[in-house]
């Protein structure tokens, strides 16, 4: 199965670290998205990529937060100086931009700042 | 931001029951979507659709794009067990530029299902 794969599952952190989570979209997929969902709400989106390029950014990504698509491939996405209020699952998504667009979910990388 | 209005919030209903639920906005959308997603995990694709008063099926699962493009609905017939989960609708909306990058989600209906 080639779904979208993310890593880690789980992250624990201290407050006021760094984290990195990888995305790794379904292989034929040219678009990548991030969100972050708390409990009890949907997912929200975060950012959006067309191959490599980054073509949007949500509000709600700080200027904490990046996301990077190098080669047009996996995605990470950095939270600098963690916060309590980080804590969440960040979701990562792919689609094929052609036909109808429908994006796939990983399992997503649950994170906890202490 | 652009909500979607899920009811009911939760359902607690017998093995074998049938269940409805609903997602409604006050935006028009070009495509609905229905997810459902188990601890831990995230969300799977259960059915899409695209134009308005579009019905489509999954299995035991049936939706409909509302005619007024601002609601749809999902039912699932006989349930079971492993029905246990939330279900989310989700779209982009139409004043995104239509295109489909930028999904809304609704908080869901929590679904349980008593054996």
């Known amino acids: 199965d080639t779904g979208v794969s993310q890593d880690p599952r789980h992250k624990i952190t201290k407050r006021g670290q760094n984290v990195t989570f990888r995305c790794d979209p379904i292989?034929?997929?040219?678009?990548l998205y991030w969100y972050r969902q708390t409990l009890g709400q949907g997912p929200e989106f975060l950012t959006y990529f067309q191959n490599e390029a980054q073509l949007e950014k949500s509000r709600l990504l700080s200027d904490r937060f990046s996301a990077e698509r190098p080669k047009g491939s996996f995605s990470t996405l950095e939270i600098q100086r963690t916060e309590q209020g980080d804590s969440a699952m960040y979701l990562c998504?792919?689609?094929?931009?052609?036909?109808?667009?429908?994006?796939?979910f990983g399992a997503g990388t649950r994170l906890s700042v202490l | 931001g652009q909500q979607l209005n899920q009811s009911p919030q939760s359902m607690f209903i017998q093995e074998g029951e049938d269940v409805s639920m609903n997602c409604t906005s006050s935006?028009?959308?070009?495509?609905w979507l229905w997810y459902k997603q188990d601890p831990g995990e995230g969300p799977v694709l259960l059915i899409a659709l695209y134009k308005a008063g579009e019905l489509t099926s999954n299995g035991r699962l049936t939706a409909q794009f509302g005619t007024t493009r601002k609601d749809s609905f999902l039912n699932i017939s006989a349930s079971i067990p492993s029905d246990v989960g939330i279900y989310f609708c989700a779209g982009p909306p139409l004043h995104s530029g239509g295109s489909n990058y930028k999904l809304t989600f609704g908080k869901g209906t929590l679904l349980t299902v008593n054996p």
């Open positions: 935006s028009i959308f070009n495509t």
């Open positions: 292989s034929e997929h040219n678009r």
């Open positions: 998504a792919s689609s094929w931009r052609g036909g109808k667009n429908i994006q796939y």
